[in-house]
């Protein structure tokens, strides 16, 4: 048996470079798409939350908004690794992504109207209403499958004037906080508007980035844990 033995000094300085190696060693970067923009206040909280929980996974993020429709279909295609903003039964649409728990973050549901006595209690609830929600909206189509009337305007504008000129009972919208409705500040002296169900919203991965979403799950778990992920997301998580 034979040991070869080296100066110490080069020993050393191989030591060091090794270490110098391993820490200049890339940051695995995940490409994510959402379906809203980006510089909403909710969005910007959602954001910072990111920022927190990839750093501590050891792990880099790009995010791109995408209007739904061609969200979804880019993150099918694989030309993202990940979207950040769908509710609990996406994969529905989506059977192969993978589910990050716990939640990133929570949405409130409105029930907005011309008159004061439509005021639904739950998703269940819509069946004998006629209601409108915003085409592309993959949560809220799920959930009123069983409406048999059900319109979808191109826009959150024309969905919300449809009911207040009853041409529907109600228009469906969402929104980041119990508080306030979008559109609030136009509709609001002639609508009536009230929540009804509320959804939480997750981060999703891909079927390739089964090892991501285990890491990024134990690292959101922690900060759950430990009260960050409440903190960094304020009143748009609700436990």
């Not at 004037?161 to 002639?190: F, K, N």
Request: net charge positive; hydrophobic share 45%.
């Amino acid at each position: 048996m034979s040991i070869v033995r080296g100066r110490p000094g080069l020993a050393l300085a191989g030591g060091l470079l090794c270490l110098a190696l391993a820490d200049a060693a890339p940051v695995q970067t995940l490409r994510l798409v959402n379906l809203s923009p980006l510089d909403t206040p909710n969005m910007l909280a959602m954001r910072r939350t990111l920022d927190a929980v990839f750093a501590e996974a050891g792990l880099g993020y790009t995010i791109q908004y995408l209007p739904p429709e061609r969200a979804l279909a880019a993150f099918m295609a694989g030309e993202f690794d990940g979207d950040p903003n769908r509710g609990p039964l996406f994969r529905q649409f989506f059977p192969d992504a993978i589910r990050v728990e716990p939640h990133l973050r929570t949405s409130w549901y409105f029930a907005v109207s011309g008159s004061p006595g439509v005021r639904p209690r739950s998703w269940a609830d819509l069946q004998r209403y006629h209601i409108a929600f915003l085409r592309g909206l993959h949560g809220i189509d799920l959930m009123t499958r069983h409406v048999p009337r059900r319109e979808m305007p191109s826009s959150q504008d024309a969905c919300i004037r449809m009911a207040l000129i009853r041409r529907v009972d109600l228009c469906i919208v969402s929104s980041p906080s119990a508080d306030h409705w979008p559109g609030q500040e136009t509709y609001g002296a002639d609508a009536h508007a009230v929540v009804f169900e509320h959804l939480n919203i997750y981060l999703w991965m891909g079927p390739k980035q089964r090892a991501v979403a285990d890491k990024l799950g134990r690292t959101m778990r922690a900060m759950a844990d430990r009260g960050e992920l409440q903190r960094l997301m304020g009143p748009y998580r609700a436990d």
